[in-house]
Nanobody
Framework: QVHLVESGGGLVQAGESLTLSCAAS????????MGWFRQAPGKERDYVAA????????RYADSVKGRFTISRDNAKNTVYLQMNSLNVEDTAVYYC?????????????????WGQGTQVTVSS
């Protein structure tokens, strides 16, 4: 069982940056690949980025490639999402998720554990 808690969301202006954190419980954090997803009002939950258990492999959605960076600190049981050059289309609730494989996966259905989400609002 993995318990995930996101933090770091907030209100920013377009062009600014924000870093999200996700703290995980458990002693086997490095065996879980982690992902960040987001859901805007009235839309489906979409994949944003994923990172392997070791942190050596990362994947990004095309919409955030070059602007967002996913990373993890296995000693702190924490995964991060650094978001730069934010725009209004990035406004959503952001969720972190864990999957019981070490590979960075992109499907919502591939993830077993989810956090409660943190709101990110970007104003123009």
């Amino acid at each position: 069982q993995v318990h995930l808690v996101e933090s770091g969301g907030g209100l920013v202006q377009a062009g600014e940056s924000l870093t999200l954190s996700c703290a995980a419980s458990g002693r086997t954090f490095s065996t879980y690949a982690m992902g960040w997803f987001r859901q805007a009002p009235g839309k489906e939950r979409d994949y944003v980025a994923a990172i392997s258990g070791s942190g050596g492999s990362t994947r990004y959605a095309d919409s955030v490639k070059g602007r967002f960076t996913i990373s993890r600190d296995n000693a702190k049981n924490t995964v991060y999402l650094q978001m730069n050059s934010l725009n209004v289309e990035d406004t959503a609730v952001y969720y972190c998720a864990a999957t019981g494989t070490p590979l960075p996966l992109v499907r919502v259905s591939s993830y077993d554990y989810w956090g409660q989400g943190t709101q990110v609002t970007v104003s123009s």
